[in-house]
T-cell receptor
Framework: SAVISQKPSRDICQRGTSLTIQCQVD?????MFWYRQQPGQSLTLIAT?????????ESGFVIDKFPISRPNLTFSTLTVSNMSPEDSSIYLC??????????FGEGSWLTVV | AQSVTQLDSQVPVFEEAPVELRCNYSSSVSVYLFWYVQYPNQGLQLLLK??????LVKGINGFEAEFNKSQTSFHLRKPSVHISDTAEYFCAVSPNYGGSQGNLIFGKGTKLSVKP
């Protein structure tokens, strides 16, 4: 199985600021995914990040708001820009491991005040 | 497009009782099906998955699920629950395009509360 570490695990941020979330995997993976889980809601895919190419965003998510980097096969970052209280969510990194199994990190719990 | 409906937002049950968490999906293409569990203040853990083959899938912690194509359902069951099963359970699907399964569509989750 893949071990995924996310930083920060929790943060409280001021509105209008930006926060970068890091995702580190213990093995090389081709595709990494970023999900958002808003309070009381289910998970929604933000974007897919492949190493060496621009991330592919899902409907409703744009690069200016959620820029993503994927500098190598074990690391990715998601930035939440110009935050508002509506961005208060859990942000989860996930990867596809062997046998089509999707592994998730512990999540980054973000509160915007 | 795909969608997932988890019919119960909360399921209270007594310890050692059986439980079924319901999941229905809608899709114009064939799909892969998953159940994940989220314990309080933790990330998601894969319980089980259906990719192909036998429609009865066994997962971790004594859980199993049955894929019913005609009813487009993938209900999760456990014959006897423990206090430690208290968590939120998410059903998810991904379209079977033969590629990555990372684009998961999740249901809204079912909170299972096991009481002594």
């Amino acid at each position: 199985s893949a071990v995924i570490s996310q930083k920060p695990s929790r943060d409280i941020c001021q509105r209008g600021t930006s926060l970068t979330i890091q995702c580190q995997v213990d093995s090389q993976v081709t595709m990494m995914f970023w999900y958002r889980q808003q309070p009381g809601q289910s998970l929604t895919l933000i974007a897919t990040a492949n190493q060496g190419s621009e991330a592919t965003y899902e409907s409703g998510f744009v690069i200016d708001k959620f820029p993503i980097s994927r500098p190598n096969l074990t690391f990715s970052t998601l930035t939440v820009s110009n935050m508002s209280p509506e961005d208060s969510s859990i942000y989860l990194c996930s990867v596809e491991g062997r046998w089509n199994t999707i592994y998730f990190g512990e999540g980054s719990w973000l509160t915007v005040v | 497009a795909q969608s997932v409906t988890q019919l119960d937002s909360q399921v209270p049950v007594f310890e050692e009782a059986p439980v079924e968490l319901r999941c229905n999906y809608s899709s114009s293409v064939s799909v892969y099906l998953f159940w994940y569990v989220q314990y309080p203040n933790q990330g998601l853990q894969l319980l089980l998955k259906y990719l192909s083959g036998s429609t009865l899938v066994k997962g971790i912690n004594g859980f199993e699920a049955e894929f019913n194509k005609s009813q487009t359902s993938f209900h999760l069951r456990k014959p006897s629950v423990h206090i430690s099963d208290t968590a939120e359970y998410f059903c998810a699907v991904s379209p079977n395009y033969g590629g990555s399964q990372g684009n998961l569509i999740f249901g809204k989750g079912t909170k299972l509360s096991v009481k002594p």
